[in-house]
């Protein structure tokens, strides 16, 4: 059984910095597309940033490029995934909840994560991220 489970998220102000993080185990497929979403109040929920569960090319929505960072890490003793998102420049309209999620299966369409969220099956509970100006 796949889960996933984001930690990090706090209150932040303007400018700051935040790095959230995603624990994914029981995922056993060779490179499904991993990727951050985030929904703010009254808004659609919208990709921020992907890379393959087995690494490379990094892709950021055009609002985040530049200020955040994904990555991703596997610890072999424990089987597990760690997709990590580190958010600089934080901006007031970044508060929203974050959410990792993930594609059950091989993927090679992580450059278009935004315009695919239906494929994404595995999703994590969100963590919240606020920041004040």
């Known amino acids: 059984q796949v889960q996933l489970v984001e930690s990090g998220g706090d209150s932040v102000q303007a400018g700051g910095s935040l790095r959230l993080s995603c624990t994914v185990s029981?995922?056993?497929?060779?490179?499904?597309?991993m990727s951050w979403f985030r929904q703010a109040p009254g808004k659609e929920r919208e990709g921020v940033a992907s890379?393959?569960?087995?690494?490379?090319?990094?892709?950021?929505?055009?609002s985040v490029q530049g200020r955040f960072t994904v990555s991703i890490s596997k610890d072999r003793a424990t089987n597990t995934l760690t997709l990590t998102l580190q958010m600089s420049s934080l901006k007031p309209e970044d508060t929203a909840m974050y959410s990792c999620?993930?594609?059950?299966?091989?993927?090679?369409?992580?450059?278009?994560?935004?315009?695919?969220?239906?494929?994404?099956?595995?999703w994590g509970q969100g963590t919240q991220v606020t920041v004040s100006s």
């Open positions: 890379i393959y569960s087995g690494g490379g090319t990094e892709y950021y929505a055009d």
């Open positions: 029981g995922y056993n497929y060779g490179y499904g597309c």
């Open positions: 999620a993930a594609v059950p299966r091989g993927s090679s369409w992580c450059g278009y994560f935004r315009e695919r969220l239906n494929e994404y099956h595995y």
